[in-house]
Nanobody, 122 residues
């Protein structure tokens, strides 16, 4: 199975920034959507941002809109998530994901990586 490998997580103070990256093999070219999901402590995994239909459609959770930006480099097969003005409630394990079924919900991908931890302190 093709791998999705996240990097760039870490611990930051509130108001800081992080840039996550995902080595996505061929998924940036073949998947209907690429996405970032996260799972806060004690909560269910939720969609953060999605990039679909060749990068022409962007989705963001209301809680991150205006602060996070999703992008991809198909030449490098890499997905990115730029996170600015981080808040303590952004603390979570962040997962890179691919959704390969056309028209399906980007928040319910069929492939995802092992995750990278983001911790935001006040």
């Amino acid at each position: 199975q093709t791998q999705l490998v996240e990097s760039g997580g870490g611990s930051v103070q509130a108001g800081g920034s992080l840039r996550l990256a995902c080595a996505a093999s061929e998924y940036t070219r073949s998947a209907y959507c690429m996405a970032w999901l996260r799972q806060p402590p004690g909560k269910l995994r939720e969609g953060v941002a999605g990039l679909c239909h060749g990068g022409s459609i962007e989705h963001y959770a209301d809680s991150v809109k205006g602060r996070f930006t999703i992008s991809q480099d198909t030449t490098q097969d890499t997905l990115y998530l730029q996170m600015n003005n981080l808040k303590p409630e952004d603390t979570a394990m962040y997962y890179c994901a691919a959704q390969t079924i056309y028209g399906a919900d980007w928040t319910r991908p069929d492939y995802w990586g092992r995750g990278t931890q983001v911790t935001v302190s006040s």
